[in-house]
Structure formats: structure tokens, C-alpha cells
């Protein structure tokens, strides 16, 4: 199994503003998974994008993915204090492989 | 709303004590994972079981022990808690094609 890897480790931007973070991995998948947590609890669903999608929507968050450079990114617009949390990308190549996680991006909404 | 739920919420438990951390789902899924975070850091896997009497270790290395002897429990034991077992642990279910996994609330445990 593979984990992902996010980038930035860290983010802080004023409430109103757009947030992207970025996930990298290395072997191919069929499909990348992002998930945030909020602050002691587990984490929650936000998006799945399957291999053969470029682009994905779901209300606020836009998520892409480049299966050429192994990369996706997670947009989230107009951003909300609620926002603030940790967000984890999971990329999953067939149903056997284990469920691993990165270290995440840290996002942090100014008022 | 996720159905798998986690129990204690939170537990503080002396040295050398066995403890059983509890994990059940109800929507029938294959798989189930536990996982050990502490605050800020990221999550490890330390079990994991893709069915019925098939148990795993994780990508961490554990002194716990899990089991699965029905589809929609899957309890986590430690048998002599020590504090290096503090942190946060937290179970998750997925179905066979990992499509979503849904997490519990997590238990905080504390070794005193």
C-alpha cells in the first residue's frame, strides 16, 4: 500500500480567502481519497476522485487530479472558520490495499 | 451520519492494567482499522482486518492485539497498559473497494 503525501504541512489564511493543498504519491491508483479531521476526532469523507477524472466538485471543494505527475490538489473556496481542520489525502490502487495516512495539511482560518 | 461506534470516549487506567478498547459497525463492512495518532501528528496504522477471523498488523508496530470473531466488532486489547500506550485510538470500517471509510470518535486513552 502507498500513503500520500500533503503539502504544505501548514496553513494559515484570513476567513473568506481560498486554500489549496496538494497531495503526491508514487505508484499508480484507481483512486485518490481526501479526508479532514477535526481537532481529536476521526476522521470524515470529503471526496473521492477515480484515476480516469481530471476534476471533481462537491459545494466548496474542488479536487484535481494528474495521474501523469502523480499529484491531486484540494481547493476549498471561501473559506470558512469551520474549515479549520487537518486534511488527509488517501491514494488506493484496487480494494485490497490498506487504508494509510500522511502526515496531512494543517489548515488554520483567521477571522 | 457514520455508523461505527467507538467505546470509552475517553479512559485513564493505571500501570499493568488489561484494558479492551471497543469498535462496532452496522453497515456490514468487510474491513476494519485501527489506528493510533497522537495530538497533531499523524495517524498510524497498528491493525487491520479485511474479515471474519482475519486479523493484521499494521504499518506500526503494537502491543496490542485485535479480533474478529463477528463482521461488526472489531475490539482492540492491551493487556498490560503501560504510558507509552497513551494516545488517541481510532477504528474504521471501509467496504471491500476501500470507496469511503468512516471513522469512530476515537478513544483517548491515558496510562497513569
Known amino acids: 500500500s502507498q500513503q500520500g503525501e500533503e503539502d504544505p504541512q501548514a496553513l494559515s489564511i484570513q476567513e473568506g480567502e481560498n486554500a489549496t493543498m496538494n497531495c503526491s504519491y508514487k505508484?499508480?491508483?484507481?483512486?485518490l481519497q481526501w479526508y479532514r479531521q477535526n481537532s481529536g476526532r476521526g476522521l470524515v469523507h470529503l471526496i473521492l476522485?477515480?484515476?480516469?477524472?481530471r476534476e471533481k466538485h462537491s459545494g466548496r471543494l474542488r479536487v484535481t487530479l494528474d495521474t501523469s505527475k502523480k499529484s491531486s490538489s484540494l481547493l476549498i473556496t471561501a473559506s470558512r472558520a469551520a474549515d479549520t481542520a487537518s486534511y488527509f489525502c488517501?491514494?488506493?490502487?484496487?480494494?485490497?490495499?490498506?487504508?494509510?495516512f500522511g502526515t496531512g495539511t494543517r489548515l488554520t482560518i483567521i477571522p | 451520519e457514520a455508523d461505527i461506534y467507538q467505546t470509552p470516549r475517553y479512559l485513564v487506567i493505571g500501570t499493568g492494567k488489561k484494558i479492551t478498547l471497543e469498535c462496532s459497525q452496522t453497515?456490514?463492512?468487510?474491513?476494519m482499522y485501527w489506528y493510533q495518532q497522537d495530538p497533531g501528528m499523524e495517524l498510524h496504522l497498528i491493525h487491520y482486518?479485511?474479515?471474519?477471523?482475519?486479523?493484521e498488523k499494521g504499518d506500526l508496530s503494537s502491543e496490542s492485539t485485535v479480533s474478529r470473531i463477528r463482521t461488526e466488532h472489531f475490539p482492540l486489547t492491551l493487556e498490560s497498559a503501560r504510558p507509552s500506550h497513551t494516545s488517541q485510538y481510532l477504528c474504521?470500517?471501509?467496504?471491500?473497494?476501500?470507496?469511503?471509510?468512516?471513522f469512530g470518535q476515537g478513544t483517548r486513552l491515558t496510562v497513569v
Open positions: 482486518s479485511y474479515g471474519v477471523n482475519s486479523t
Open positions: 453497515m456490514g463492512h468487510d474491513k
Open positions: 476522485i477515480r484515476s480516469n477524472e
Open positions: 505508484t499508480s491508483i484507481n483512486n
Open positions: 488517501a491514494p488506493l490502487n484496487f480494494g485490497n490495499e490498506k487504508l494509510t
Open positions: 474504521a470500517s471501509t467496504d471491500r473497494l476501500n470507496t469511503e471509510a468512516f
